[in-house]
C-alpha cells in the first residue's frame, strides 16, 4: 500500500488540442467530466468523418482549449469550451467561423463533433505518478515535461519509478472515489508517437519514444476507470493498494 497526494489534475476539452489544468474535477463513468468531449473531424476526400490526432497533424498543438471558468468552482463543465489559437486568439466553440479558422491554420478542411467519452480507449481516467516522470529524466539526462503524456491525474504517492509497467490490478482511492484498472484497455498505458512532440507541437523528440519502447516496454502511466464516481481536488490524500476494489 502506498499513500500520497494528487499532484495535479488536467482537462483536454478537444481532443488533441493543449488543453488546462484544473482545481477539481469530476470522475466518473465518462471519465473525467469534459474530458476529450469535443473533436476535430477530417473532411479531405477519402479520409471525411475521421477525428484528427496529433498523430496526423502536429500542428493541433498549436491551439490550446480549456472551459469557462464557473462562479462556484463546480468541476462540471458550464457549456462549451473556447478555443485559443497560437497567436492568443479566442474561438468560442460555436463561433460560425471556428471551423474555417482552424482548418487554414493546419491547412486541412475540417468541421466540429461534440460528443462525450472521445477518450481512444474509451471513458477512461489516465493516472501518471511524478516518480516515474523524474525517473525518465535521471535516466535520459534531460528535463521531461508532463505535458507531453495528457495525464488526467498526475499523482506523487511513494511509489518507485515506473512501477505502473508491474503493478496488476490496483485501486486508487480518494476520499470516496475510487478508480481501478477494470474493463478494456486499462492497465499500463501503452504510449503511441504523441509524446515525442514537444506540448506545443514545436519540435520532436524521436529519442524519447525510442527510450520508452527500448527500456519500459513502451509504458508509461495507468488506464483506470472509476468505480465510485467522485469530485477530486488537487492536493487530496490517495491511498494505492493492490487487487480490485473491494465489494
Request: net charge negative; aromatic share 8%; with cysteine.
Amino acid at each position: 500500500m502506498y499513500r500520497g497526494k494528487i499532484e495535479g489534475l488536467y482537462r483536454w476539452p478537444v481532443k488533441s488540442l493543449r488543453g488546462e489544468r484544473v482545481g477539481a474535477a469530476r470522475l466518473d463513468g465518462r471519465g473525467m467530466a469534459g474530458d476529450r468531449a469535443y473533436s476535430l473531424v477530417d473532411e479531405r476526400p477519402g479520409r471525411s468523418g475521421t477525428r484528427l490526432t496529433v498523430r496526423q497533424v502536429p500542428k493541433m498543438l498549436s491551439w490550446e482549449a480549456a472551459y469557462p471558468a464557473t462562479c462556484d468552482g463546480s468541476p462540471e463543465p458550464p457549456g462549451p469550451p473556447v478555443l485559443y489559437s497560437g497567436s492568443g486568439e479566442a474561438w468560442a466553440w460555436d463561433d460560425p467561423g471556428l471551423a474555417g479558422a482552424l482548418g487554414e491554420a493546419y491547412e486541412i478542411p475540417l468541421s466540429l463533433r461534440a460528443a462525450e467519452g472521445q477518450q481512444d480507449r474509451g471513458p477512461t481516467i489516465l493516472v501518471t505518478f511524478e516518480a516515474s516522470r523524474l525517473g525518465l529524466e535521471r535516466e535520459l539526462g534531460a528535463e521531461v515535461d508532463l505535458m507531453r503524456f495528457r495525464p488526467n491525474v498526475h499523482l506523487d504517492a511513494g511509489l518507485p519509478a515506473f512501477a505502473e509497467e508491474d503493478l496488476g490490478a490496483v485501486t486508487i482511492t480518494i476520499g470516496e472515489t475510487v478508480l481501478a484498472v477494470t474493463g478494456a484497455y486499462s492497465g499500463p498505458t501503452i504510449r503511441c508517437a504523441v509524446p515525442s512532440w514537444d506540448p506545443w507541437g514545436r519540435e520532436r523528440w524521436p529519442g524519447l519514444q525510442k527510450h520508452l519502447i527500448t527500456e519500459h516496454d513502451n509504458k508509461f502511466g495507468l488506464i483506470m476507470r472509476a468505480t465510485t464516481p467522485g469530485t477530486v481536488r488537487a492536493g487530496d490524500p490517495v491511498t494505492i493498494s493492490a487487487g480490485p476494489p473491494e465489494r
